[in-house]
């Protein structure tokens, strides 16, 4: 039966068995695998409407990934995250651990050692890690959205052969090189360049790079593994080239590790310094002065993917909220009796469906390969980010002193969610790209 055969890949995903996991879950494009044989229903209880419960699990193949990862989640990840985050040190082999289960390569093809999954299954894996570590989801984000779906959507097969099989099984793990220690949301002002050198068939890039999630694995020593980085190529605005950097490459150094920060403290951030790193012409990826294109579709999806973050971060919070309002006592009632607490958590709840309704509408209709889907992008992300931050600081609120601090985790989830409202586009710069939109396009129906 579907029970017998979730509840057999469930118990041989923490026995971290990949092959069977990768074959159990399929792919819902294809409709291969074992999971998406089945009829389409969703097992994922929750107090949410069953065809809402359908919606965040458009799949048989999307309920059993959300199934297993939540076994995944409070087995492996939930019983670290405290103290990685309280040390500021990185969970390498944790996140290997992902590419052991096929999770570092869930959008990319088969072929190369991917799941060949969609946007919904990239917006459930979000939303389930953050929900009690969103630092160490940082680092799977930047490295299976940012680096390897970024390859396997504008690289050539060659190019997907090289590259993306060690880094969908976790041997190599990196990110993606775009800010600039004076160029952030103005993207297109980096000045990091690149000039080719016709006689050795070779570019040299010469710049740096700043608030690189995985830019170090090792505590500063050395860089991550595999970067894709954009730089200047041509003398127009937008005449920028991505290329592969690989780590050992000459010239290619930790600039430094920033420590200390507010939150996502257990993914490590890095300026990453290229002093005429020479790059061979086969690691460029896609045409030359044309990665501008390449880099706008791939922010779709990464800001999908920090939406999801704070569907993840603002789950949590509401249950923290509901069991210490079901546990603690004052005046002889338990909180739930007063009004101030109930609106804390109802209204929490209310601007979390929204959320999150909003974020699987976009991710269940998304084709990882359009481009122009930029609107709902920003719009996800604005949302989702702030709504994240007001019901964990709610959740303090509720908690009171146990919210200030860390046994409960709200006071962390509360500075990791600010993040969302800078990284991968400020607020500033999702209100600029969406008027932008609305005023270009038609009235709204």
């Given at each position: 039966t579907i029970i017998q055969k979730m509840s057999t890949a469930r118990s041989l995903l923490l026995g971290k068995s990949p092959r069977y996991f990768k074959a159990f879950l399929?792919?819902?494009r294809t409709g291969r695998g074992t999971a998406a044989a089945f009829s389409k229903t969703s097992v994922v209880s929750s107090s949410s409407s069953s065809n809402l419960q359908d919606f965040f699990n458009p799949t048989e193949v999307h309920a059993d990934l959300r199934s297993m990862l939540r076994d995944f989640v409070k087995k492996e990840v939930e019983p670290q995250a405290l103290d990685f985050n309280r040390t500021e040190k990185f969970n390498l082999p944790l996140l290997r651990q992902l590419g052991d289960l096929g999770l570092l390569g869930l959008t990319v093809e088969e072929e190369y050692g991917g799941t060949g999954l969609d946007?919904?299954?990239v917006v459930l894996a979000h939303e389930e890690l953050s929900y009690s570590d969103p630092a160490f989801c940082l680092s799977y984000l930047a490295h299976s959205l940012l680096l390897v779906n970024n390859l396997s959507t504008n690289a050539s097969p060659e190019q997907k052969e090289k590259f993306l099989p060690a880094a969908v099984a976790g041997q190599h793990i990196?990110?993606?090189g775009m800010s600039e220690p004076s160029a952030g949301t103005d993207v297109l002002g980096m000045s990091t360049k690149a000039v080719f050198d016709h006689r050795s068939d070779t570019w040299h890039l010469t710049g740096q790079k700043m608030w690189i999630t995985n830019g170090t694995l090792d505590g500063g020593k050395t860089t991550g593994d595999l970067?894709?980085?954009y730089a200047r190529t041509g003398p127009e605005r937008s005449d920028i080239t991505s290329f592969v950097v690989e780590k050992d490459m000459p010239g290619f150094q930790v600039g430094q590790q920033i420590h200390d920060k507010l939150g996502m403290r257990a993914s490590p951030t890095a300026e990453l310094v290229f002093d005429n790193v020479p790059i061979p012409n086969g690691?460029?990826?896609?045409e030359v002065n044309g990665a501008t294109l390449c880099m706008m579709r791939n922010l779709e999806i990464e800001r999908l993917g920090l939406a999801a973050m704070a569907l993840g971060i603002a789950r949590r919070c509401i249950n923290v909220m509901k069991d210490y309002a079901s546990d603690r006592k004052a005046f002889g009632k338990t909180l739930w009796d007063f009004g101030q607490i109930q609106s804390a958590i109802s209204t929490s709840y209310a601007e979390y469906m929204a959320g999150r309704c909003y974020v699987y509408a976009l991710a269940?209709?998304?084709?990882?390969?359009s481009y122009g889907?930029?609107?709902d992008a920003d719009g996800t992300k604005l949302y989702c980010a702030q709504m994240a931050k007001t019901v964990a600081d709610r959740a303090i609120q509720v908690l009171g002193g146990y919210g200030y601090v860390g046994e409960y985790s709200v006071e962390r989830l509360w500075r990791d969610a600010k993040l969302l409202e800078i990284g991968g586009g400020t607020n500033e710069?999702?209100?600029?790209?969406?008027a932008r939109d609305l005023k270009r396009g038609a009235d709204l129906e």
């Open positions: 399929g792919n819902p946007a919904a299954a990196g990110g993606m970067f894709l980085v690691n460029v990826i896609g269940n209709q998304l084709d990882l390969d889907n930029g609107l710069s999702h209100h600029k790209n969406m």
